[in-house]
């Protein structure tokens, strides 16, 4: 039940959204238009089933007013990770980048900066999908990544989203990501400069933890 999800924005006209293969989930493709999206091929994983906006029983439900689009997100079924133990899962955001370097200078490729922007945006992500419980790029706003990029204050020419839900570790999120065509394409991009990484924990939720990752290049 440990997911990962992936959304790349290079510039506001061309997109290409899916999740990748250690996800239990729907891989998406986009041509631009967020609100959107169309499911193309399922991704295997550890059960469950693919995107359909009607969550598992016992899991805590979007408000009325909650504007994330039907089938955009996916919920954990209940007592899915109660198995794991968390209690050692924390976040170092200077380590994690320092990964993510050594990965894209062993690949050939200059190394990323932390952000405070796209931190924020990292952060705001993440508290929200915890708050929900649940594994999305939208936001219960109904806000993509290019908005909650854009909102923090960042101007950007481009910007990509990873997400990971239920990982007890960075080593752990970011294998995965390694490990998914689409995530690792994020990781990998050759025009990204900054970077904002965030982990909510929430021992109440079925997912346990929420991983964000927002890569992004300035005008």
Not at 88 to 113: C, F, V, W
Not at 136 to 156: E, I, L, T
Not at 165 to 183: I, N, P, Y
Request: hydrophobic content about 40%.
């Amino acid at each position: 039940m440990v997911r990962v999800a992936v959304l790349v924005l290079v510039s506001v006209l061309t997109a290409s959204c899916g999740i990748g293969p250690s996800a239990v989930s729907t891989s998406f493709a986009d041509t631009g238009d967020t609100s959107s999206l169309t499911p193309m091929s399922p991704s295997l994983g550890l059960g469950g089933k693919s995107a359909t906006g009607r969550p598992a029983p016992g899991t805590q439900v979007a408000a009325h007013d909650d504007r994330m689009p039907p089938g955009s997100y996916e919920t954990a079924p209940k007592g899915a990770l109660a198995d794991r133990d968390y209690s050692h899962t924390s976040l170092d955001p200077a380590k994690a980048l320092a990964l993510i370097n050594q990965y894209r200078a062993d690949k050939g490729l200059k190394p990323l900066k932390l952000n405070a922007q796209l931190t924020a945006a990292a952060k705001a992500h993440a508290r929200d999908l915890a708050k929900w419980d649940r594994i999305s790029h939208f936001g219960s706003d109904g806000s993509n990544p290019w908005d909650r990029v854009k909102r923090a204050g960042y101007k950007a020419s481009l910007a990509a989203e990873n997400v990971g839900t239920g990982q007890s570790t960075f080593d752990e999120v970011l294998r995965g990501w390694k490990e998914s065509a689409g995530h690792n394409k994020n990781l990998l991009l050759a025009d990204a400069r900054h970077a904002g990484v965030a982990l909510v924990q929430d021992p109440r939720t079925e997912f346990k933890s929420f991983w964000t990752l927002v890569i992004g290049a300035s005008m």
